[in-house]
């Protein structure tokens, strides 16, 4: 079985999948500060609670846009698991050209929503990831990455309103009754949600100008379940998106992580 793991700036998804199949996930809030030992106990509990055990890990692969977490998942993979994990970082053969003026700039877990999306779809497709920052990441119709968008995240946009306009209550997010609010809490929910799904078409509709129309424009990330269905031009939502690209990438590395005894 193979774990993956996207380490994001708020949540870790977690998957294990055997064979293609995603058999179990799990999300958790990120820590900066969190030990291997907080990863391996907690990763241990989430697979005893499911009836699974550290010994049914072959191979871990993971992506991280947190540096002080590298280590960690190294010891922790290393002392609880056995296994030698494959970072998606540069080097790492994705079966996908990068064509950014940086590749290195491209984050790993972009670089994971391409593949996943380049395997399902094809080319050209778009992939909206509604996570801290909100990023677009468009495929060519040459199957390579052809560039991208990064705007503020739904999260951060709504805690500046709430933390700047004193007299505005923080409300929860959700699909709103109707556009129009009856109450300021509505009124609020209203324009987070409809306001942004309005930003998504727009920028959606301009690449589309530009690059041709996607085949596919996919949805996945912690808010895409709430910003997406107001989307006229998101086609799908896909929770596991990033953790598809990530197993795709580790089976096209081909690499046998078995290593020492576990912990």
Not at 68 to 83: A, T
Not at 137 to 149: L, N, P, Q, R, T
């Amino acid at each position: 079985m193979i774990l993956a793991i996207d380490v994001g700036n708020s949540n870790v998804a977690l998957g294990v999948f055997e064979g293609d199949d995603l058999s179990q996930n799990w999300r958790l809030s990120t820590t900066s500060q969190a030990t291997s030992d907080d990863l391996g106990i907690a990763i241990r509990t989430l697979l005893g609670y499911n009836g699974m055990n550290f010994e049914r890990i072959d191979a871990v692969v993971y992506a991280t846009v947190v540096p002080p977490l590298v280590r960690s998942i190294e010891d922790m993979c290393d002392r609880y698991l056995g296994v030698r994990p494959l970072k998606v970082g540069p080097g790492t053969k994705t079966g996908i050209n990068i064509k950014y003026q940086n590749p290195r700039e491209v984050g790993p877990d972009r670089i994971a929503n391409a593949v996943a999306a380049q395997h399902l779809f094809g080319g050209p497709s778009l992939v909206v990831d509604f996570g801290t920052a909100t990023t677009f990441d468009v495929i060519s119709s040459e199957g390579d990455y052809a560039g991208g968008v990064i705007l503020p995240g739904v999260g951060i946009s709504s805690e500046a309103l709430f933390e700047r306009a004193a007299r505005l209550p923080r409300v929860d997010l959700y699909r709103p009754e109707s556009t129009v609010g009856k109450n300021t809490a509505d009124s609020i929910r209203s324009g987070i949600v409809n306001g942004y799904a309005g930003s998504v078409d727009a920028i959606v509709a301009k690449i589309a100008r530009e690059c041709g129309s996607p085949r596919r424009v996919v949805a996945t990330g912690g808010w895409a379940g709430v910003i997406a269905p107001e989307c006229e031009l998101v086609d799908e939502v896909d929770p596991y998106l990033t953790l598809e690209g990530l197993r795709i990438i580790y089976q096209r590395n081909q690499v046998d992580q078995r290593g020492g005894a576990h912990g």
